[in-house]
C-alpha cells in the first residue's frame, strides 16, 4: 500500500464543484473490464446545497434531521454516488433506485446505500469524514469497501495501535514524527474499515487480519491478497489535506479514480 498524499495539493484530486457532477452525470455505460470506480468530493455548504437537488425526497428528509456538519458529509456523498450511478444507467441521478438497511437491526431509514434488487447487481460503498466524502461501485458484482478519515480522529484511534501494529511496529511507530504516526495510523485504520466493509469480516477481526506494517519513513503497508483470502486493499491519494483514504476489492480488480 503506497502513502497518499496529504499537502494542500491533494485536494485537487477530488470532485468539489457541480460542473464535475455534471461530468460524472454523462460519463455512459459502465466499462467492461472488471473494474471499479472510486470517486471523491470535498464537502462543503455550497456544494451540499447543490447535490441536495439530486436526493431523492426520503434522503432529503433524512438529511433534514440531521445537524451540520453531518448533514452536508450525508448530502455530498449521495450526491457524489447518485451523480456517478445516474451516469453509468443513464438516468437522472435522483431516479436511481437506492435503498438503505442496516445490517445490524434491519431498519430501512438508516443504515449503508444499496442498489435496489431490480438493479444492475453492482456493489457499493460510500464513506464520509471530516471535509471528505467517497464512494466506490464495482460493476462485477463483487463486493467492494471504501473508506475515508481525518486526522482529528487520531485521538480516538490511539487505543487501537496494539490491534493494528504488533510490539516491533509500535516501537517504529514511537520514533516517528507526532504527524506521520497520526497519518500511519490513520492508513492502517482505513485499510482494515475497507477490508471489513468488503469482507464483511468483523471489524474487531479485521484490524489483526490486515497486518500493518510501518518503516522508517512511516510508509505503511498491509498483506498481500494471499493473506487477505483474495481481497487486496490500496490506498487512495486523499482528496483532502489531513485525510487518508483506503479501498479494498477482489484481487485483480482494476481501481479507476478519474
Do not use: N
Request: aromatic share 4%.
Amino acid at each position: 500500500m503506497t502513502e497518499p498524499p496529504t499537502g494542500p495539493g491533494a485536494a485537487t484530486a477530488a470532485l468539489a464543484h457541480p460542473r464535475c457532477l455534471a461530468r460524472l452525470a454523462r460519463c455512459g455505460p459502465p466499462p467492461e473490464d472488471g473494474s471499479a470506480d472510486v470517486r471523491q468530493a470535498v464537502v462543503g455548504t455550497e456544494f451540499a446545497r447543490h447535490c441536495s437537488g439530486l436526493l431523492s425526497p426520503a434522503e432529503r428528509a433524512r438529511s433534514a434531521q440531521m445537524g451540520l456538519p453531518a448533514r452536508d458529509r450525508f448530502t455530498v456523498a449521495r450526491g457524489l454516488l447518485r451523480s456517478l450511478l445516474g451516469g453509468r444507467l443513464g438516468l437522472h441521478p435522483a431516479r436511481v433506485g437506492l435503498f438503505t438497511r442496516c445490517p445490524g437491526c434491519g431498519g430501512t431509514d438508516h443504515g449503508p446505500p444499496r442498489l435496489a434488487p431490480d438493479g444492475p447487481g453492482w456493489r457499493i460503498s460510500v464513506s464520509h469524514a471530516g471535509l471528505l466524502a467517497a464512494v466506490a461501485v464495482d460493476y462485477t458484482g463483487r463486493p467492494v469497501g471504501v473508506d475515508v478519515e481525518t486526522a482529528a480522529r487520531t485521538a480516538d484511534l490511539r487505543g487501537l495501535e496494539p490491534r493494528l501494529f504488533g510490539a516491533a511496529q509500535r516501537r517504529r511507530l514511537a520514533g516517528l514524527s507526532p504527524y506521520r504516526r497520526r497519518i500511519a495510523l490513520l492508513k492502517a485504520w482505513t485499510s482494515a474499515e475497507s477490508y471489513a466493509k468488503a469482507s464483511g469480516t468483523a471489524l474487531g477481526h479485521a484490524l489483526g487480519r490486515v497486518g500493518a506494517e510501518v518503516d522508517a519513513d512511516g510508509r505503511v503497508s498491509v498483506a498481500c491478497p494471499g493473506d487477505l483470502d483474495g481481497w487486496a486493499v490500496r490506498a487512495l491519494p486523499a482528496g483532502a489535506p489531513g485525510h487518508v483514504a483506503a479501498v479494498a476489492c477482489r484481487e485483480g480488480t482494476h481501481v479507476r479514480t478519474h
